[in-house]
């Protein structure tokens, strides 16, 4: 029996930096995911603290998770190793996270 298939993902997400805590804020009408991230965007620490993030609430090993495009910028690209159906469900269950409304490029 192989090992299944791993999946990689594209997802344009927008981050807050120095906000009040980490949490996942919802689609925007673009079709990025809004996130709020509480660590300050000096030397990395946001971007860390993204990765971090996200690999613990989606399941996913952090070394998996990449910024693609966008180090320094609130506008990032990531690749995740999920389906695209897959995340939506997570957010929606985990999260309260509504389904996005819109489909576009990026997702």
């Keep these: 029996m192989g090992l299944a298939p791993i999946f990689f993902m594209q997802l344009i997400i927008r981050v807050v930096p120095n906000s009040s805590k980490t949490e996942f804020v919802g689609w925007m009408s673009d079709g990025c995911l809004k996130l709020k991230i509480a660590a300050p965007p000096v030397d990395g620490k946001a971007n860390q603290e993204l990765i971090s993030f996200l690999a613990k609430s989606l399941d996913v090993p952090k070394n998996e998770i ?6 320094i ?8 190793p999920l389906e695209t159906e897959k995340l939506v ?6 999260f309260e996270i509504p389904a996005p409304t819109k489909q576009s490029k990026f997702f």
């Design 73 to 80: 910028s609130k506008k990032k690209t990531l690749m995740l």
């Design 89 to 94: 469900d997570i957010l929606v269950e985990k």
């Design 66 to 71: 990449e910024i693609t495009n966008g180090l």
